[in-house]
T-cell receptor, first 112, second 111 residues
Framework: KAGVTQTPRYLIKTRGQQVTLSCSPISGHRSVSWYQQTPGQGLQFLFEYFSETQRNKGNFPGRFSGRQFSNSRSEMNVSTLELGDSALYLC???????????FGSGTRLTVV | TQLLEQSPQFLSIQEGENLTVYCNSSSVFSSLQWYRQEPGEGPVLLVTVVTGGEVKKLKRLTFQFGDARKDSSLHITAAQPGDTGLYLCAGAASGYQKVTFGIGTKLQVIP
């Protein structure tokens, strides 16, 4: 079966711009979570969506937002980009938490 | 906030050696997962443990969940260069709380 698909794979933006990242989960998975990964901080939790509702939220500023559609596809948006937002953004879907996550390959965002 | 501490953070060993990676917390977890990540890719799930004291084996990898469900270990026997990667532990206090990841253990196996 198809895995978790994230688009785009790579993105270069300038400071102050905004960006939208997309994630298509595995069919049947209703939970989608987003993480930011940087070398110094590891994987930091952004938010989790379940059946179009935000179920959990991490400690990121309001510039980071997300949503989930009725087909479980999810998007995350970052407004007013800062240099520190450069990171690998990972999306993960799951059937249930105890089953673990299936991750996408990530979107590498570079802010210049 | 549930924190997961992993040790060691870096490990470089020769092919054929054994190693153990630890994941510790002061919090109790309903389940704990181990992942392996290669550069430029997302983490790949290796195992999920849910019962205190549980031991799971995956070929040369042995995973153990502590009796109190606060810690876990990953033991690799006779490491091979293909085992090289970033090993991450992750867990949540309950099925509806966020999943927290440890910082990871970067393993290099030298041929």
């Amino acid at each position: 079966k198809a895995g978790v698909t994230q688009t785009p794979r790579y993105l270069i933006k300038t400071r102050g711009q905004q960006v939208t990242l997309s994630c298509s989960p595995i069919s049947g998975h209703r939970s989608v979570s987003w993480y930011q990964q940087t070398p110094g901080q590891g994987l930091q939790f952004l938010f989790e969506y379940f059946s179009e509702t935000q179920r959990n939220k991490g400690n990121f500023p309001g510039r980071f937002s997300g949503r989930q559609f009725s087909n479980s596809r999810s998007e995350m948006n970052v407004s007013t980009l800062e240099l520190g937002d450069s990171a690998l953004y990972l999306c993960a879907s799951s059937f249930a938490q105890d089953y673990g996550y299936t991750f996408g390959s990530g979107t590498r965002l570079t802010v210049v | 906030t549930q924190l997961l501490e992993q040790s060691p953070q870096f490990l470089s060993i020769q092919e054929g050696e054994n190693l153990t990676v630890y994941c510790n917390s002061s919090s109790v977890f309903s389940s704990l997962q181990w992942y392996r990540q290669e550069p430029g890719e997302g983490p790949v799930l290796l195992v999920t443990v849910v019962t205190g004291g549980e031991v799971k084996k995956l070929k040369r990898l042995t995973f153990q969940f502590g009796d109190a469900r606060k810690d876990s270990s990953l033991h690799i026997t006779a490491a091979q260069p293909g085992d090289t990667g970033l090993y991450l532990c992750a867990g949540a206090a309950s099925g509806y709380q966020k999943v927290t990841f440890g910082i990871g253990t970067k393993l290099q196996v030298i041929p």
